[in-house]
């Protein structure tokens, strides 16, 4: 996802790049337990960037890659800024985009969604918003309730940057009331080039009529994608409501009456092959409707974020299990460990048969005696003459 000029030529037209082959030991999807524990009493506005988490892309067609490197530098208070480690995140996401695309086009939405779930949090999901104020309002929404930052796609889907931080007239945790007055954004092709806003200085602050200079609609020319024409970034969801800090909790995202067809979510992609494949377009309804099969896709449509926090809410994250699944299995499990070990038992104290004596063979006949030859007559003497 990086169709941004390079000295005047276009980045081989990258639509969202990240993906890695996962190498032992390498970290799974998990959620971040120390994201969200304890949120930043607010003051005007939130800014999770700092010093040293900043990388730049190694490749034109990494702008993904690296923001997943960035985003987890935030998220776990690490410094990595490895090539190898922007290279495994590019090849694995490859494998899960939702369409097939040519190596120049890089990674597609669902496949930076996997992304994030898989190497940062699992709570993270794909949002498609009709109009920039919706999108806008849901992505600091959710960067305020988890205090993870959000991925957003730029120049029509040709780069992506990562949304740091914040200012607005009211706290988003204490009402949907509130004015962005402005946002922290950070692109990681700075350092690899500067031009026409692409990339700023990393915690770059911008107006909401700046940004939305830079976060436009969706639109890959090559192919047409379910996304066409709606603002894509990529949020982290909380799961459960999140109360302000030192205050009462906020009202429930499930309160906001919702229709389905205003929001959905759907179970998101994970490394299985039954995701990659629903991760297909299948029918040109599905194509026409990007709530009805894309694997985590959230729909806001309204300029009120309400809707895509309470359908998201109530899904459960890849990779967890229920405790009466839980309860379930180790049932199962003990079961089948005691009926083993009872035919183990019974096996080592049943006596063991002495084996059959196998019968003699037959005695073979002595062959009959083959007589002797009769003895030939001596010959006759001959009479002499």
Known sequence: MTRIARHSRPIAGLVLALACFLAPGWAGPSTVSGASAALPAWHGGIDLYREGTFTTQKSWLWCTAADVQIIRNIARRQTDHSTTGQRRYFN???????????????????GWTAGLRHFVDDRYRLV???????????????????NLPVGITVANGGHAWVLTGFTATADPLRTTSFTVTSVRVVGPLFGLQSRNGYDMPPDTRLTPSQLRHYFTPWKYAPKRMIWDGRYVSIQPIP??????????????????????SSAVSLPAPSSSTADVAAASPSSPAAAADPSAADPAFVSATGPSPDATIAAASTSTPSGAVGPGLAIAIVVVVGLAGAIMAIGIARSIARPRAAPHSRPAPHARPAPHARPAPHARPAPRPRPHH
Do not use: C, E, I
């Not at 498609?128 to 988890?146: D, G, P």
């Open 92 to 110: 694995w996401m490859r494998l899960h985009n939702r369409y097939d695309l040519p190596l120049s086009a890089g990674v597609d939405p669902a």
């Open 128 to 146: 498609a918003s009709s109009t920039f104020a919706a999108a806008l309002k849901s992505a600091v929404t959710n960067l305020r309730q988890t």
């Open 239 to 260: 799961t459960t409501p999140v109360p302000p800090p030192g205050g009462s909790p906020a009202p429930s995202a499930s309160s906001t009456t919702t229709s389905p």
